[in-house]
Structures are given as structure tokens and as C-alpha cells.
């Protein structure tokens, strides 16, 4: 388990939380599905599916801070 459960709050999508917060990831754009856990990142304002906020939890150091950049990952 490498979730940084600290920095993110799970939540489980489904068609009303989706109206009021979006239907896509904010970090890749994949539209979320219905049932499928999505996590609100506390230090961005934003929700994430599993995979973004994985990789992101794991640049993150215990304060939730992202102490290593990604730059090179952007470019696409
Ligand atoms: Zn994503």
C-alpha cells in the first residue's frame, strides 16, 4: 500500500458527486465510472482517479508537500 492516505480523501463516484465536481480526472482527463473510488488531493483542490494520486503520493513527503518534480512526464 503506497497511498498516502494523509493527503488525499477517497470517495466513491457516482452521478451526483460527479455533477458537482466533475466528470474528469483533473491530472490525465480520464472520465471517471460510476462506483469507482476517486480522491480529492487537500493540497490542490482537485480530484484525481486511483493511478494519479498514487504517483502523486508517492513524490509527496509526509506534509503532503511534492518534493520531487515530474517535469520530463508533462511534455505528452
Ligand atoms: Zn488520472
Redesign the pocket.
Known amino acids: 500500500m503506497t497511498m498516502n492516505g494523509v493527503c488525499f480523501v477517497e470517495q466513491i463516484g457516482n452521478a451526483e458527486l460527479f455533477e458537482r465536481v466533475g466528470h474528469y ?1 483533473a ?2 482527463y ?1 472520465e471517471f465510472a460510476e462506483g469507482e473510488p476517486i480522491y480529492y488531493d487537500m493540497q490542490e483542490f482537485r480530484y ?2 486511483r ?2 494520486a498514487d504517483r502523486l503520493s508517492q513524490r509527496m513527503n509526509e506534509r503532503c508537500e511534492v518534493v520531487e518534480e515530474e517535469r520530463a512526464a508533462t511534455l505528452f
Open positions: 480526472c491530472e490525465c480520464r484525481l482517479c493511478e494519479c
